[in-house]
C-alpha cells in the first residue's frame, strides 16, 4: 500500500533517484517506531540522499509543500526521537557514510551522519598519533557509548549522548570542534573553525552557535559533517569494583572517587540493572545482596601509572570504609571487564541485558542530575516503579567533574500488552515530574518529557526556544511536534 | 498504541509472535562488528541491505518489524511486502549480531513469512514460480527431468552402482544437474578414499529450496521420501558435497525448532549426515590421506552460509585446505561468521538474478583484494554463483570446489 501523493513522489524521486525513496507501507514501517513506548506512526515517504545538495532539494521541496522532515540514522535513541509525529518525510541519512579525514597531529576527524560506531572505531584503531611522522602510540578512539554499534556517531553526538570517557572528558557533545548544517530553509552552513579554514579543530574562541544544533533533536537542521576530537588509546586499562549497601553509601563512594579525576568512567547500577534480563515485572531483591554495585574503568600510559590509580582508588575505598560507608567487596566477571575495556563493546552495546523477554519494549528516564539529588531521586524512583510493577533499574554515571552526572533507569516492558505500556510511559513520565525540581533534565527526551520540562521552565527560556525555533524553521517543517512548543 | 496480536490468520508467523515480538529493533543486526583491543571488525555483512539500505531490508530489523506490522493489522500485505521477504537470502548474518532471545528464531520466522506470500500470490518472483509449479514433479528445482538425474556419471558406472553400501552419495540438485564436474570429482574422490558408497536414483531435491521458500506443504513429501533411502540401502548415513544439502539433511530433517523442522516433518533418526570435507578432514587426522602431488596456488576460501553459520562448520575446510601441499589459504576480511554470501540462496538466484550475480560479484571483488587467484569453496551452488560472477566481471580469478582441488592428489594410505 502506498501513502503520500505521487506528486511528491515523483519530485523526490527526481532528487534522490527512484532507488532512494519510497512511499510503500512495507518500506515506511520499520520507520514509524523505535524500542520506546512512542506511539507508532507512519511517515508518508523515506528518502535517501547522498549528497548535501539532495538534502537541500529535499528541504526546498519540503518548505514549498509544508511537509514535515525527520532526519534519521539508526533510532536507536530510546527517545522515539525520529518517529514522525506528523508524518512527513523520514530522511534516512545512512548512505552518507563517509569518514572523510582522520588528522592523527591535530586529533580530529571529520564524519558525515551515516558513519557508524563499528566503522569509526575500526578506522581510529588503524590511524597513530603522531606527530611530523613520528608515532606516539597504537590507535584513537572517541567516547563509545552503550548502544547498538551501527548507530550513528553524529547523531549520538549532537543529542549529547554520553561515551566512555565521560568521567574524563565530559559528554560527546563536548568533544565536537566543528560541523556544517544544512539549515531547515536549504542555507549551508559551517561552525567553528571549518567556515574559515580547512582545519576542523576547535569552536572556540567563535561564539558557540553550534548550540543551536545542539540537543535541538533534528528540529533546527540537518548537520551533514561533524568535526569531533579523538584520544590516543591508552595502552593500560583496569576495571574495579565495589558493591554498596544502599544509594546514599554508593554516592559518597563515587563523590569520593572522581573527586581526584583519575578514571576515564565511573559507573554504579542498581541490583536489578546488574540482572540479565532486567526483572519483569518487579521482583524482589534478595535480602542478603548489595543494593548496588560499581565499576571504575581506570587507563594509563604504563603500568606503574595505573598502579598509582589503583593505589588511590583502594585508599578511597578504605577511608570510605572507615568513616562508616558500607561498601562491599566484589569482582566483575571477566567478559563484563572485556565488555568495559575493548570498546565500543558489543555486550553492552546490545539489547539483550534489557529486554530478553518481555515483548521488546524499552525506554528510560535517561536525565542529567546534580550527584546530590541521585540518593534522594533513586528513592523517589524506587517508590514509583514498584508501585507500577516495574523494576527500579538504576544507573550513575558521574560526568567529569563534581558539577553532573546520569541518572537514568533502564525499563523493559512488553509492547504487546497495552496495560505493559501505559504502565511504563506513566511510571516514567512520573519518575521525570518528581526529578525536575531537583535539577534533573532529561536527555534525547520524548514528547512527554519536554512537556513536562516545558511546564516547569522559565518563561523566557520557553520564550527564547519558540523564537529561535521560528528564526530557522519558519515553516516547522523539521521533525514538529518534539519540542512540545508548536 | 501496543502491537496486539490480531491478524491470527497468518498461522505460522502468528505461532511464533512471542518471539517475534522480543525484536525491539535495535539494529544491532544491520552491521558486522566485534570488539577487540587493538582493532575490531567492521563492515556491511547483509547482502540485502547492502543492496537495497532501506531499513526494512537491513538485518533482521526490518523483517520483524513487518511481521509485528501484519499481526498487529498496522499494515496489509502488498507486493511491496513480498519484495521485502523475497529478496533475504537467508544467510543468517543478522543473527551472528543479534542479542536477544529472537535471535535463534529469525530464519525460521523470515521462512514463515515467505510462506505466508504463497496465501496471497501478490509479487512473489516469477522465477520461483515457475521452479514451484513443476518440483513435485521432478524431484528438482531446475525443471529437468528426474530420470536424468544421474546423467553427470558414465553409463557404465550408473548401471553397476551398488544395492547396498555403507553410505550414499547425496550429490544434490545443482551438482547433479548443472555443476557435474562437482559431482564426479566427489565420485572419484570417495572411490579413491576406498569408502563404501552408492549413489541413487531414487535422490530427490533434498527441499532446501521449498523450507527456504517457505513451501512446507510440497517440502513435506520430499524429506519423507529422502529419509526412508538409507534403510532402503542399508546405509549408515549421507555423504554430501552441498551446503545447502548438509544443512537441510543434518538441521532440518533432525532437529525441533528453532533450528529444524522436525515439528513439522518428524524426525529422521539414527542416520548420520557427513559433509565431504568432514570425512577428508577426519581420514587427514587419522594420518589414512596422503597426497600424490602439490597444489601451488594461492586460494581464498568462501565460506557458504548453509555450511558456515546455519551449521557452524567453520574450520574443517580450513584445515583440509591447510594439509594441501603447495597451497597457501589467504582470507578476506569477511570470512566464518561473518562472512559474505554468494547470493545465491533464498530463492533469490531464481527470483532476482540481477541482484544475485550482483551480490557475488562484490564477493569476487573481495576475493580479488586477497591476492589470491583462486576462490574455493564447498558448495556446488555458490560455486555456481560466484562463477557467474567471476565470468561477468571478466576476473582473473579461478572457481574450484575443494573436492576438485583435493581429488586429482590425494589416494587413502
Known amino acids: ?486 | 498504541m501496543a502491537l496486539v496480536l490480531k491478524n491470527t490468520d497468518l498461522k505460522e508467523l502468528a505461532q511464533l509472535y512471542d518471539r517475534i515480538s522480543m525484536c525491539t529493533q535495535c539494529g544491532n543486526c544491520k552491521y558486522g562488528y566485534e570488539y577487540g583491543s587493538t582493532e575490531n571488525f567492521a563492515a556491511m555483512i547483509c547482502p540485502q541491505g547492502d543492496k537495497y539500505q532501506f531499513e526494512a531490508y537491513r538485518g533482521s530489523k526490518g523483517k520483524a518489524a513487518l511481521a509485528k506490522g501484519l499481526l498487529s493489522g498496522m499494515i496489509q500485505w502488498s507486493e511491496k511486502t513480498t519484495h521485502v521477504i523475497y529478496t533475504c537470502i537467508g544467510c543468517g548474518a543478522c543473527v551472528e549480531m543479534c542479542e536477544t532471545d529472537i535471535k535463534d528464531y529469525l530464519l525460521r520466522i523470515f521462512e514463515a513469512l515467505k510462506g505466508e506470500a504463497w496465501k496471497f500470490n501478490m509479487g512473489i518472483p516469477e522465477g520461483v514460480k515457475k521452479w514451484s509449479s513443476t518440483i513435485g514433479v521432478n524431484k528438482n528445482p531446475y525443471m529437468e527431468k528426474h530420470e536424468d538425474r544421474l546423467n553427470w556419471l558414465p553409463a557404465s558406472v550408473r548401471d553397476s552402482l551398488p544395492k547396498k553400501a555403507e553410505y550414499i552419495y547425496f550429490a544434490g540438485c545443482t551438482a547433479s544437474y548443472r555443476q557435474k564436474n562437482i559431482a564426479l570429482a566427489t565420485f572419484k574422490l570417495l572411490q579413491k578414499l576406498k569408502i563404501d558408497f552408492t549413489v541413487t536414483p531414487d535422490e530427490w531435491c533434498c527441499a532446501s529450496p521449498l523450507l527456504r521458500t517457505g513451501q512446507y506443504n510440497i517440502a513435506k513429501e520430499f524429506i519423507e521420501h529422502n529419509r526412508e533411502l538409507p534403510e532402503k540401502y542399508g546405509a549408515s548415513g549421507f555423504i554430501t558435497t552441498c551446503a545447502g544439502c548438509y544443512r537441510t539433511l543434518s538441521i532440518d530433517y533432525v532437529k525441533d525448532p528453532p533450528e529444524g523442522y522436525a515439528d513439522k516433518f518428524g524426525k529422521m533418526e539414527g542416520v548420520k549426515v557427513i559433509h565431504t570435507i568432514q570425512l577428508v578432514e577426519d581420514m587427514i587426522n587419522k594420518g589414512e590421506i596422503e597426497f600424490e602431488g602439490t597444489f601451488n596456488n594461492i586460494v581464498t576460501y568462501h565460506d557458504p552460509c548453509h555450511l558456515g553459520r546455519h551449521a557452524e562448520v567453520y574450520e574443517s575446510p580450513r584445515n583440509v585446505l591447510k594439509a594441501i601441499p603447495g597451497l597457501k589459504l589467504v582470507e578476506m576480511y569477511r570470512n566464518r561468521k561473518f562472512s559474505f554470501c554468494c547470493g545465491a540462496g533464498g530463492g533469490v538466484r531464481g527470483g532476482f538474478p540481477d541482484y544475485s550475480v550482483e551480490t557475488s560479484m562484490k564477493r569476487v571483488k573481495e576475493a580479488e583484494t586477497t591476492g589470491a587467484s583462486i576462490i574455493t569453496c564447498v558448495c556446488p551452488f555458490c560455486w555456481r554463483n560466484l562463477n557467474d560472477a567471476i565470468d561477468a566481471l571478466k576476473s582473473k580469478m579461478q572457481m574450484l570446489d575443494i573436492v576438485e582441488i583435493l581429488e586429482p592428489i590425494v589416494k587413502r594410505k
Not at chain 1, 101 to 109: G, L, S, V
Not at chain 1, 416 to 436: F, L, T
Open chain 1, 1 to 486: 500500500m502506498a501513502r503520500g501523493n505521487r506528486e511528491v513522489l515523483a519530485k523526490l524521486e527526481q532528487i534522490v533517484g527512484p532507488d532512494y525513496v519510497s512511499n510503500e507501507e512495507a518500506v515506511l514501517l520499520p520507520y514509524s517506531w523505535d524500542l520506546t513506548w512512542a506511539d507508532p506512526r507512519l511517515p508518508d515517504y523515506v528518502v535517501m540522499p547522498k549528497t548535501v545538495t539532495e538534502i537541500q532539494r529535499v528541504l526546498r521541496l519540503a518548505n514549498h509543500m509544508r511537509i514535515p522532515v525527520i532526519p534519521y540514522v539508526n533510532a536507536t535513541n530510546i527517545g522515539g526521537l525520529c518517529v514522525p509525529e506528523e508524518g512527513g518525510i523520514v530522511m534516512d541519512l545512512k548512505r552518507m557514510d563517509k569518514i572523510i579525514k582522520i588528522d592523527p597531529e591535530t586529533c580530529y576527524a571529520i564524519i558525515e551522519p551515516g558513519v557508524s560506531h563499528a566503522q569509526l572505531s575500526a578506522a581510529l584503531k588503524a590511524t597513530n598519533p603522531q606527530w611530523e611522522g613520528y608515532e606516539f602510540s597504537k590507535g584513537f578512539e572517541f567516547g563509545w557509548g552503550v548502544h547498538p554499534a551501527s548507530a550513528s556517531v553524529l547523531a549520538m553526538a549532537i543529542n549529547h549522548g554520553i561515551g566512555h570517557l565521560n568521567g574524563r572528558l565530559g559528554i560527546n557533545s563536548q568533544l565536537i570542534s566543528s560541523m556544517e548544517v544544512v539549515l531547515p530553509t536549504a542555507e549551508v552552513v559551517k561552525l567553528g573553525s571549518c567556515a574559515f579554514s580547512d582545519s576542523w579543530h576547535s569552536f572556540l574562541p567563535l561564539p558557540r552557535m553550534d548550540g543551536l544544533f545542539l540537543g535541538w533533536m533534528g528540529t533546527t537542521g540537518i548537520v551533514t559533517k561533524l568535526g569531533i576530537w579523538i584520544f590516543p588509546i591508552r595502552p593500560y586499562k583496569d576495571v574495579l569494583t565495589i558493591a554498596a549497601e544502599t544509594a546514599y553509601d554508593m554516592t559518597r563512594y563515587m563523590v569520593h572517587w572522581r573527586h581526584y579525576s583519575l578514571c576515564d568512567e565511573v559507573t554504579a547500577v542498581s541490583w536489578w540493572l546488574a540482572q540479565i534480563p532486567i526483572p519483569y515485572p518487579y521482583q524482589e531483591k534478595p535480602k542478603d545482596t548489595p543494593e548496588w554495585f560499581s565499576y571504575t574503568v581506570i587507563s594509563g600510559w604504563s603500568e606503574e601509572e595505573l598502579e598509582y590509580k589503583r593505589k588511590m582508588w583502594k585508599k578511597v575505598v578504605a577511608e570510605e570504609k572507615a568513616r562508616g560507608t558500607k561498601l562491599i567487596d566484589f569482582e566483575y566477571p571477566p567478559e563484563a571487564k572485556r565488555g568495559r575495556t575493548e570498546l565500543p563493546s558489543r555486550i553492552i552495546g546490545s539489547t539483550k541485558n534489557y529486554s530478553k523477554s518481555c515483548g521488546g519494549g524499552l525506554a528510560w528516564p535517561g536525565t542529567f542530575a546534580p550527584c546530590k539529588s541521585w540518593p534522594i531521586l533513586y528513592e523517589k524512583w524506587k517508590e514509583i516503579y514498584i508501585r507500577h510493577n516495574l523494576s527500579p533499574a538504576v544507573r550513575f554515571t558521574d560526568f567529569q567533574g563534581a558539577h553532573y552526572g546520569m541518572l537514568r533507569l533502564m525499563t523493559p516492558f512488553d509492547k504487546r500488552n497495552p496495560e505493559s505500556v501505559k504502565a511504563a510511559r506513566d511510571a516514567m513520565v512520573e519518575c521525570i515530574r518528581a526529578g525536575i525540581p531537583l535539577g534533573m533534565l532529561p536527555y534525547k527526551p520524548p514528547v512527554e518529557y519536554m512537556n513536562e520540562l516545558n511546564a516547569a521552565a522559565d518563561a523566557g527560556y520557553v520564550y527564547l526556544m519558540t523564537k529561535i525555533k521560528d528564526m530557522l524553521d519558519p515553516n516547522n517543517i523539521m521533525n514538529p511536534g518534539k519540542l512540545g512548543i508548536r
